[in-house]
């Protein structure tokens, strides 16, 4: 895929006041009114509010965010409801999304008055705009809104959805053809719910034409305010799989390498939606997953090999870094340390005390001068926000970290420190998640689901979904199920020691305000040490903190700061911490489902990123299991699949 950066919107008032998109000579919503349009229109051409009475849930698609009128109205007809249904998801496109400030002063001054608090909480969420996914969530995660920025014919192919009503709202196919074209109107109606319906102020006739040749029957409405037709229509054609029954994904293939059936089967094996969800693992893969499916109100029993505190996976890790990476051609691992970074924030933030993450930002210093001018301009030809990342001079990274540093680089305003030893007794803690002790040796159908068996054959606990979140142990445990040989991928995982060193904080100045990193890394203050690493120790049969790995690890921060400092202790006397990372070939982890096991999933593998893929696995699989829009596009969803 070529990168294609996005492009802010070319918005302005017309002599009457009302708000125009220049570029496209379009206005963002009837001249009448948003919010009369949005009821009208999108709302009562979709049957709404009565198709999502008495469902769990009900899903949204919209062409053209815009503003977010139609969310907002939307979320204010659910709010109203009392027969609502218990959920309700938006996914919703957008070329050209507004920056936050922009959005802000837009709808404080544009917003109708019965929309203005939604509309405040909106922009208060207002994610960066970068290409990809961001999900929002509102009422206690009961509403999302998950916003796809970028190209519509780009994007489209890659969601992954069950689509009750269509919101299709860009701007007049004449001033903007390519989001009505037939190839797109295909790509959305893959999407489609057996009795999915669409609504939309357009009756052009080559509009019509192509939403019937993409498997609807439309008619004529009249329209909104004086505009005389308006288009409606109800899924006509579904694409069936083998047994005859309509599945949204068998509709839309392999698309991006995506294999749908494999998604559809693991969901289609997870009966009982009511018992336990069962986790192997307690780390932070397996936090992560507790923590998602407990939100969601999915019971979950954790089966964790530790017995005290003290043997938990992380004891002992004062703190460590979560940020995200860049690329010239905004590559998969770039896109998807975004999307990981951006799901801890969401679902961390919220936590309490230091359990929670300090976004403190982090500098990434060039591994040498001469790179200075490369990363400035792979951000210049990525065009992303200059508040999400920014080169800085050495002067300016200096004064950002509060102590001299050797080189400038990138500053990423949202960086976080994270204290893993807090972080995931906390995400265990949320209510609904179970804790038993054992070590899980081998998994084995049951007349229902699978048996989560130890090495005496005791069942630890029973379901009809699993998932393996024990990193490097995921691999023994598939070998002695009999479910390895399929997974020449996870059969090369491999165990990966190393350790990080405590340094004084006094004798640093009282470290540095924002991580920096580059060739190791170093992290502000925790209860008085700064926390320095790492080092990567192949082929080590036990991982422990040693005289010659401490020494490695001030050679990092050295090189980081350019210069010595009088320390208080010497390598081999330095408190730290050491332990494992479980790393697949290619350093992407396995997240998802095991086609030849349904209701077996996998999330291990996370190396040295754990922080970055924790909540992100946690709701690409309890978005799966619970019907929602899936959080990531399929190709990265592909990249990540067990193999």
Known sequence: MSYVPLIPPDVGFDAEGHFRNTFYGDVYHSTAGA?????????????????????????????????????????????????????????????????????????????????????????????????????????????????????????????????????????????????????????????????????????????????????????????????LHMTVGVRSKPDTGASGEFSPTVASGKAAGFDDRIWDAARDADTDKSGEVVIIGAGLAG????????????????????????????????????????????????????????????????????????????????????????????????????????PVDREQASSLAGISVARGGVFFREGMLVQPARLIPALLQAEGVRRVVGVASVLQRAETGWEVCDADGVVLARGTTVILANAFGAQALLRSSGLLDPLPRLAQMHRLAGQVSLLTASDLAGGPRCIIGGEGYLLPAVDGVCVAGSTYEHGASVSQMTAEGQHTVLGKVRGLLGYDWPTSCAPGQLPGWAGWRAVLPGRLPAIGPLAHAPGVWLAAGYASRGLSWSALAGDIIASALCDEPLPLEADLLTALAPR
């Open 35 to 227: 919010l009369g349009q949005a009821e009208y229109v999108f709302l009562r051409g979709n049957g709404l509010p009565q198709r999502w009475r008495g469902r769990a849930s009900f899903t949204v698609c919209e062409t053209g965010f815009g503003l977010g009128m139609n969310f907002l109205a939307l979320w204010r007809a659910w709010r109203d409801d009392p027969a609502r249904s218990r959920r309700l998801h938006m996914l919703s496109v957008e070329a050209h999304p507004f920056a936050r400030d922009d959005v802000t002063q837009i709808l404080r001054r544009i917003a109708p008055d019965a929309l203005r608090g939604l509309a405040e909480q909106l922009v208060a969420q207002w994610p960066a705009c970068l290409p990809g996914l961001h999900r929002l969530e509102f009422e206690g995660g009961a509403v999302t809104l998950t916003l796809a920025f970028g190209d519509a014919a780009t994007v489209v192919p890659r969601l992954r959805a069950r689509v009750d009503a269509y919101f299709l709202d860009g701007f007049a196919p004449r001033r903007n053809p390519d989001l009505w074209r037939p190839e797109l109107m295909r790509d959305l109606a893959r999407l489609a719910a057996p009795d999915a319906t669409l609504a939309t102020w357009a009756s052009a006739g080559a509009v019509r034409r192509a939403l019937v040749d993409a498997g609807f029957d439309v008619g004529r409405q009249p329209g909104y305010a004086g505009k």
């Open 287 to 390: 936090a992560g997953l507790a923590q998602a499916l407990a939100l969601r109100g999915r019971p979950v029993v954790v089966i964790d090999p530790a017995s005290t505190p003290q043997a938990m996976s992380h004891a002992g890790h004062v703190a460590a870094a979560l940020t995200p990476v860049i690329a010239r051609d905004d590559n998969s691992r770039a896109r998807l340390s975004r999307a990981g970074s951006a799901r801890a924030w969401a679902r961390w933030a919220g936590l309490s005390g230091e359990a929670a993450p300090l976004r403190c930002g982090t500098l990434q210093l060039d591994r040498d001068e001469g790179r200075s001018a490369a990363l400035g301009e792979t951000l210049s030809q990525l065009r992303f926000p200059g508040d999400w990342a920014h």
